[in-house]
């Protein structure tokens, strides 16, 4: 198989070949797709030959965006350059379901698929579920297609999420089990204190601020939270566990971890990490 660094290797200098991204991610279809790759200053002049060399082997990506900041702001959004312009709003296809996602403007990440899917399997029928920071619903896509809930009820500030959100619920004909709610956290899970069987907080980089309405949602007589964290070596889980028995012990609610799971790496000795919880 072809890869991106040899189609280079008569454009870039011998001592700099091996920093050529391996690996990046495409978000998209074969019907058109973005490309988002991550490339090290030391290759700056060479970001435009980089990308060319992406589209020459995935022909169905169509635009070109180089990460180029960390994600910040109230929607927690990456920065990027466009190296390639085209298109950017797309249709991505994962496991027999469809997400209509324009990573400019929402967050969305095709490396968490496999983890969509092992949520999704933890699920029993007629669960009630809070999707908290929902973005445009992947998640909660991936558990109604395997699963037949009561509903999932996703809270997310970004307006534009919303609005692909309410659209990837009537892509995949979801209508009324997946509730799409615009809002802030803090204003709208006190509505759900005590109602839900199973909590998602799905943002790394900041779920520890909200944990206690998380623990607050879960049903008096029981259910899960699946909490995510950034961890740190050398001990990755001992933060995040912290935060929830913290938590739980303010508010009056025990809790126990039933769970750990490294999602994915993060950054070097940083890694986005998953809690599954049980609260009662």
Not at 76 to 94: A, F, M, Q, S
Not at 137 to 160: D, G, L, Q, S, T
Not at 211 to 239: A, M, Q, T
């Amino acid at each position: 198989m072809v890869r991106v660094k040899d189609l280079l290797r008569d454009k870039i200098p011998k001592d700099l070949i091996d920093l050529v991204p391996t690996s990046f991610d495409i978000v998209g279809s074969r019907q058109g797709a973005v490309a988002i790759v991550e490339i090290p200053e030391e290759l700056e002049e060479y970001k435009y030959e980089i990308a060319k060399a992406i589209m020459k082997i995935n022909k169905h990506v169509k635009a070109v965006l180089r990460k180029i900041g960390p994600r910040r702001g109230a929607f927690r959004l990456y920065e990027y350059e466009i190296l390639i312009p085209g298109p950017t709003e797309v249709i991505h296809k994962e496991a027999g379901y469809l997400i209509k996602v324009d990573p400019t403007k929402v967050y969305f990440s095709p490396r968490d698929q496999s983890d969509r899917l092992e949520i999704a399997e933890q699920v029993r029928d007629g669960e009630t579920i809070l999707y908290l920071f929902a973005g445009v619903a992947p998640y909660a896509i991936a558990i109604c297609k395997r699963r037949n809930v009561h509903v999932i009820h996703c809270v997310e500030i970004n307006p534009i999420a919303v609005r692909y959100m309410i659209e990837n619920v009537r892509l995949n004909k979801l209508k009324g089990k997946i509730v799409p709610i615009e809002g802030d956290v803090n204003v709208v899970a006190p509505k759900f204190y005590y109602k839900s069987d199973r909590v998602l907080m799905t943002l790394p980089l900041g779920a520890y601020e909200y944990v206690h309405h998380g623990i607050l949602c879960i049903r008096r007589e029981g259910g899960v939270l699946h909490f995510y964290h950034i961890g740190k070596e050398p001990d990755i889980f001992s933060e995040a566990e912290n935060i929830v028995k913290e938590a739980a012990d303010k508010f009056g609610r025990e809790v126990t971890i039933i769970n750990r799971k490294i999602v994915r790496d993060y950054a070097p000795r940083m890694y986005k990490i998953r809690l599954d919880v049980y609260v009662r």
